[in-house]
Nanobody, 116 residues
Framework: QVQLVESGGGLVQAGGSLRLSCAAS????????MGWYRQAPGKQRELVAV???????NYADFVKGRFTISRDNAKNTVYLQMNSLKPEDTAVYYC??????????WGQGTQVTVSS
């Protein structure tokens, strides 16, 4: 099994920055992809960014050029650097890990609020 602990959410003004972290523990050797999703009130959960084990990344169009996903393999941690934040980025952000042994695991979610 894989366990996830997220941190880094909070309140920021529009144009500001935040960095989210998600530390994985347990069966980390089988992880093939780590990513971030978000869910705003009344909306479906949507993909923000993902990084696969080889280092390739993929971003949703609405965050390209503003957000950067990265991974520290030694710490089994994935980060989401969020710059130029907009009020519409306000959501609960969830870490997501896909592994061969444990399937898909979700973090507990961290609130990001961007004020205008």
């Amino acid at each position: 099994q894989v366990q996830l602990v997220e941190s880094g959410g909070g309140l920021v003004q529009a144009g500001g920055s935040l960095r989210l972290s998600c530390a994985a523990s347990g069966s980390v050797f089988s992880i093939v992809a780590m990513g971030w999703y978000r869910q705003a009130p009344g909306k479906q959960r949507e993909l923000v960014a993902v990084i696969i084990s080889g280092g390739s990344t993929n971003y949703a169009d609405f965050v390209k050029g503003r957000f950067t996903i990265s991974r520290d393999n030694a710490k089994n941690t994935v980060y989401l650097q969020m710059n130029s934040l907009k009020p519409e980025d306000t959501a609960v952000y969830y870490c997501n890990v896909a592994s061969n042994n444990s399937g898909v695991t979700w973090g507990q979610g961290t609130q990001v609020t961007v004020s205008s």
